[in-house]
Nanobody, 119 residues
Framework: QVQVMESGGGLVQPGGSLRLSCTLA????????VAWYRQAPGKQRELVAG???????DYAHFAEGRFTISEEDALNTVDLQMTSLKPEDTAVYYC?????????????WGQGTHVTVSS
């Protein structure tokens, strides 16, 4: 099992910044991919940004230029730096981790961290 933990959410004013962090309860090798998703009330969960073991990074269109994903320790820690936040960024942000067990790739989610952008 892979226990995924998110932190860093909170209340921020429009135009402000937050840094979210995704960490594993136990250090692991063979993490293939880590991604941040978000789900706003009444909406479907959507991809925000993802980073692969080979270094490839992908951003959703709304995240480009405002959000930056980074990693440490072979994807055991993945941060999402969010700047120029807007009220429409309000959502629960989830971290998703894909780990290669050899004969299958497991997919694991954290509990989420709330981000509220409001004046």
């Amino acid at each position: 099992q892979v226990q995924v933990m998110e932190s860093g959410g909170g209340l921020v004013q429009p135009g402000g910044s937050l840094r979210l962090s995704c960490t594993l309860a136990e250090r692991m090798l063979r993490i293939e991919h880590v991604a941040w998703y978000r789900q706003a009330p009444g909406k479907q969960r959507e991809l925000v940004a993802g980073i692969m073991r080979n270094g490839r990074i992908d951003y959703a269109h709304f995240a480009e230029g405002r959000f930056t994903i980074s990693e440490e320790d072979a994807l055991n820690t993945v941060d999402l730096q969010m700047t120029s936040l807007k009220p429409e960024d309000t959502a629960v942000y989830y971290c998703n981790v894909a780990r290669d067990w050899g004969d299958f790739v497991g997919d694991y989610w954290g509990q989420g961290t709330h981000v509220t952008v409001s004046s």
